[in-house]
């Protein structure tokens, strides 16, 4: 049987960890206060903002909410931050996205001042990790860098195929298993021969978006097999990129959905908060 990746206790590892930390910081009179803004009542959105405070209160962060309503205009979201980016006591600012269609996400991202950019978006994030600086990265691939490590599997000089190339999963993830030392691949929806690219991992990332998509076919024998995806399937089970049940007997590690690499962004998030709390 395969090593399962537990996302939840490692997650749970990293909070208390950084709940201890803030103690500390606490004693030596420095708080951490993270806001996080909401436009519109999406329902997927509000319960990852609750989730978000719910982490914060555990760990001894100060949250502050900002629900907006749907019709906010991007003057209005953008005076906001400009507010916030100003504030001294408010460390970390959250925009949870999607934003409504009429709102420029790239614009509002932009305006996060990036020594409070605890979701690793703004440009100059992603440049930092780009040319090897210190930053803010993005929370999910953040996190699967810590499942790996902390369950003692080696990245340096082993094949990495990531699955996938968005901005806050594939691209940043692929930088970071870089920084590692592994040699990686990124796959995309043009990739020739997936199933040729895939079987040369030792380490396999999926973050395609398609349930189940990856099958045994695609896995080398003993490959460690990391599934980003979540979705729901016909009877409201929760499943990920990877159909677990069909590659869980070929691989030598893999992270189970729920409890892989989800419980590790937010945990991320919160590693990122105390991180923008010390620099400033
Ligand atoms: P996106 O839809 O932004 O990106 C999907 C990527 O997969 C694209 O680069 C796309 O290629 C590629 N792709 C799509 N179909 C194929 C295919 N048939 N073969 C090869 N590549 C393909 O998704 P995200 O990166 O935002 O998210 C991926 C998954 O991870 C989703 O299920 C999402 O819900 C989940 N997720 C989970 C998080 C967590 O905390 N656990 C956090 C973030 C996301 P191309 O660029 O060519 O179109």
Redesign the pocket.
Same mark, same amino acid.
């Given at each position: 049987m395969p090593q399962i990746v537990d996302g939840k206790a490692i997650s749970a590892a990293i909070k208390e960890e950084l709940k201890a930390e803030v103690e500390r910081l606490k004693a030596e009179g420095i708080s951490i206060c993270l806001a996080v803004i909401q436009v519109g009542n999406d329902p997927a959105s509000a319960v990852y903002v609750g989730n978000k405070k719910k982490a914060c209160a555990y760990i001894g962060i100060e949250s502050l909410a900002y629900e907006l309503p749907e019709e906010t205009t991007q003057e209005e979201l953008l005076a906001l931050i400009g507010d916030l980016n100003g504030k001294k006591d408010v460390n970390g600012i959250l925009v949870q996205l999607p934003l409504p269609a009429h709102i420029d996400e790239d614009e509002i991202i932009r305006a996060v001042d990036p020594k409070k950019d605890v979701d690793g978006f703004h440009p100059q994030s992603v440049g930092a990790l780009c040319i090897g600086q210190p930053g803010f990265v993005s929370?999910?691939p953040a996190?699967i860098i810590q499942l790996l490590k902390r369950s003692g599997i080696e990245i340096a000089g082993r094949e990495c195929v990531v +699955?996938? &190339?968005?901005?806050? =999963?594939?691209k940043p993830m692929a930088l970071l298993l870089l920084r590692e030392n592994g040699t990686v691949t990124v /796959?995309?929806? &043009?990739?020739r021969d997936?199933k040729e690219v895939t079987g040369r991992a030792d380490i396999l990332i999926v /973050? =395609?978006?398609?349930p189940k @998509?990856i099958t045994r076919e695609y896995v080398k024998e003993g490959a460690v097999v990391i599934d +980003?995806?979540?979705?729901r399937n016909e009877n409201n089970k929760l499943c %990920?990129?990877v159909d677990y049940d069909d590659v869980a007997p070929v691989c030598s590690a893999i992270t189970p959905v729920p409890g892989? =690499? %989800?419980p @590790?962004?937010i945990a991320m998030l919160m590693h990122n908060c105390v991180e923008a709390g010390k620099a400033q």
């Amino acid at each position: 049987m395969p090593q399962i990746v537990d996302g939840k206790a490692i997650s749970a590892a990293i909070k208390e960890e950084l709940k201890a930390e803030v103690e500390r910081l606490k004693a030596e009179g420095i708080s951490i206060c993270l806001a996080v803004i909401q436009v519109g009542n999406d329902p997927a959105s509000a319960v990852y903002v609750g989730n978000k405070k719910k982490a914060c209160a555990y760990i001894g962060i100060e949250s502050l909410a900002y629900e907006l309503p749907e019709e906010t205009t991007q003057e209005e979201l953008l005076a906001l931050i400009g507010d916030l980016n100003g504030k001294k006591d408010v460390n970390g600012i959250l925009v949870q996205l999607p934003l409504p269609a009429h709102i420029d996400e790239d614009e509002i991202i932009r305006a996060v001042d990036p020594k409070k950019d605890v979701d690793g978006f703004h440009p100059q994030s992603v440049g930092a990790l780009c040319i090897g600086q210190p930053g803010f990265v993005s929370c999910t691939p953040a996190g699967i860098i810590q499942l790996l490590k902390r369950s003692g599997i080696e990245i340096a000089g082993r094949e990495c195929v990531v +699955v996938g &190339r968005s901005n806050i =999963v594939g691209k940043p993830m692929a930088l970071l298993l870089l920084r590692e030392n592994g040699t990686v691949t990124v /796959a995309h929806s &043009r990739t020739r021969d997936l199933k040729e690219v895939t079987g040369r991992a030792d380490i396999l990332i999926v /973050a =395609v978006g398609k349930p189940k @998509m990856i099958t045994r076919e695609y896995v080398k024998e003993g490959a460690v097999v990391i599934d +980003v995806g979540i979705h729901r399937n016909e009877n409201n089970k929760l499943c %990920g990129d990877v159909d677990y049940d069909d590659v869980a007997p070929v691989c030598s590690a893999i992270t189970p959905v729920p409890g892989g =690499v %989800g419980p @590790m962004t937010i945990a991320m998030l919160m590693h990122n908060c105390v991180e923008a709390g010390k620099a400033q």
